[in-house]
Structures are given as structure tokens and as C-alpha cells.
């Protein structure tokens, strides 16, 4: 891979894997959720991610609204699936404490 390649995809890296750290640090501190139950909810992104993908191929003539319309339905979708395991685990279970 050349240095220039490097140079745009770090950044975009960081851009993505710093906010999912940060959440997955939040599962574990915040919900009281072990590593593995952390992890697997973190990577929900993944089907988040192929959802956005899936919505986006309509788009594939205009790849800024493509990428655009992609990242929009991914953070969204990744949203509700965590909020409505929050919410599932605030009135299904108790919650686990630290």
C-alpha cells in the first residue's frame, strides 16, 4: 500500500474505530456488560453497516450521496438497535453492578 494511501485511510480509521471504542468502553463501564457481551453489541455495527449498504445501492450513480446516504442509515440504525437494548435492559433485568 503507498504512503499516500496511508495518509486518507488512518484518519477515516480513526474517525470510525475511536467512536466504537468509546462505546464499547461505555457498555462495559456504564451498562456493566462483560467483554464478550460488550463486544457483540459493539459489532452490531456490522449489520448496521450492510443495511446502509443494502439502502445505498440506489445511489450508486452519485457516490457522494451513496457514501452519504450509507453513513446516515448505518449511524441511525446502529442507534436504535443499541437504544432498544438499553431499553430492554432497564425494564427486563436488573442491572449488574461494578
Not at 7 to 25: G, K, Q, S
Request: aromatic share 6%.
Amino acid at each position: 500500500m503507498e504512503l499516500a494511501h496511508l495518509v486518507i485511510i488512518a484518519p477515516l480509521a480513526a474517525v470510525v474505530l475511536l467512536p466504537l471504542a468509546r462505546e464499547y468502553a461505555d457498555f462495559r463501564n456504564e451498562w456493566g456488560l462483560s467483554r464478550v457481551a460488550a463486544l457483540a453489541t459493539t459489532l452490531l455495527v456490522l449489520p448496521a453497516l450492510a443495511v446502509g449498504l443494502s439502502v445505498s445501492l440506489a445511489f450508486a450513480q452519485e457516490p457522494a450521496v451513496q457514501w452519504t446516504t450509507t453513513v446516515v442509515v448505518t449511524v441511525a440504525t446502529y442507534s436504535r438497535a443499541t437504544a432498544a437494548l438499553r431499553s430492554a435492559a432497564a425494564s427486563g433485568s436488573p442491572q449488574r453492578s461494578s
